[in-house]
């Protein structure tokens, strides 16, 4: 295979990164087709980026034997049916986070890609940034020693307008708030840097947004040897989103947001500068490196950086955070599928009592 017929299902704001980062790859791929809802959304997306085929069906794209790749960018609920849709039809699959609202849609997905033997991964563009790739070969040479402590912050406004939009705000449809929509970037490169935490305790609220779901989240996630605090918020009307990632080592310091190493051992600095010079600085933005290294890893016959499965980790902490959070309760992990947040209509039925208890407080 030389070159890959595209298809994007959901023509909303993020389908736009996805349709030029494909236009980009010249012969390597090729746009067949989009699909939405809104016909006349489907229409303009098709005639603004010179796609030849439109329709408001996910069929239509599904059945053509001309597309090998699907993009989805549609609400969080839809990405499980219409995922599992296109692998069953032959197509390798490119979802925008979260993977799902849950773990067992997520693990529904990944056995149907299993099954179909066509790759699933998922949109973590931050992964791509060379910062980000920095940051992970100083931990790797251990050049700030063991990390004793990281904390991570997601401080973002989000209008009331946002809202408006019928699934945002909903657990339902949106799966959650502040953490699984805003902070999933956070948590993920937390998990890539740090590897999986072992416990977390959390607590969530919702507090200048007339929605079901969490615009506030606290947590605190814990390693061995190691403990994070981790914030998440769209609570506070702030002059600029902010965010930032701090991972504290026995001889040095790395902050993300801006990247900034440091370790006041002067031979271990020199190594960082070296370790930070290796890596150099990406021609393209992580949207654009990503949805690149999903069509070669087609054309290639290869895993994708992002694997479906990375996807799931992620998927699982924030599940773990919405756990403790409505339990009050600390929670171990790994969770099981008797974790009673593991499925959908556990997650929800939890969700809704949690909501209950909000309401009589308030």
Not at 18 to 23: E, L, S
Not at 205 to 219: F, G, K, L, R
Request: aromatic residues 8%; glycine residues 6%.
């Amino acid at each position: 295979m030389e070159t890959v017929g595209v298809g994007i299902i959901g023509a909303g704001g993020i389908a736009a990164a996805h349709a030029k980062a494909y236009q980009m790859l010249g012969a390597k791929a090729h746009l067949v087709g989009v699909v939405d809802i809104d016909e006349d959304r489907a229409r303009a997306f098709a005639r603004r980026y010179e796609i030849p085929i439109w329709s408001s069906e996910d069929d239509e794209l599904l059945k053509r034997d001309d597309i090998q790749v699907v993009s989805l960018c549609l609400p969080h609920h839809l990405h499980a049916p219409v995922a599992i849709a296109a692998l069953q039809a032959g197509k390798h699959v490119l979802v925008e986070k979260p993977l799902a609202i849950s773990l067992e849609e997520a693990d529904a997905m990944i056995r149907a890609a299993q099954k179909a033997k066509r790759y699933l991964s998922v949109v973590f563009q931050l992964r791509f940034e060379s910062d980000v790739q920095r940051a992970r070969l100083i931990l790797e040479r251990g050049l700030i020693g063991k990390p004793f402590y990281a904390e991570a912050s997601c401080l973002w406004w989000r209008r009331p307008m946002y809202y408006e939009n019928t699934w945002r705000g909903k657990w339902a449809t949106e799966g959650g708030g502040a953490v699984i929509n805003q902070a999933v970037h956070h948590l993920d490169l937390m998990i890539y840097l740090l590897g999986m935490p072992q416990r977390v305790y959390a607590e969530i609220d919702t507090i200048t947004h007339q929605i079901e779901v969490e615009d506030w989240c606290i947590a605190t996630l814990y390693w061995d040897g190691l403990k994070a605090s981790f914030c998440a918020s769209t609570c506070a009307e702030l002059e600029a989103d902010s965010s930032r990632l701090l991972i504290l080592g026995a001889h040095g310091s790395l902050q993300m947001f801006p990247f900034r190493p440091h370790s006041r051992h002067e031979e271990r600095h020199l190594q960082i500068g070296e370790a930070c010079r290796s890596i150099p600085e990406r021609e393209l933005p992580g949207h654009t490196a990503e949805i690149h290294d999903f069509v070669y890893s087609v054309l290639e016959k290869r895993e994708p950086r992002v694997p479906a499965s990375e996807g799931r980790r992620t998927l699982e902490l924030i599940t773990a955070i919405y756990q403790s959070a409505f339990t009050g309760d600390g929670v171990q992990l790994p969770l099981t599928p008797d974790s009673p947040c593991y499925t959908t209509a556990g997650k929800l039925e939890m969700a809704r009592r949690y909501m209950a208890t909000r309401a009589k407080r308030s």
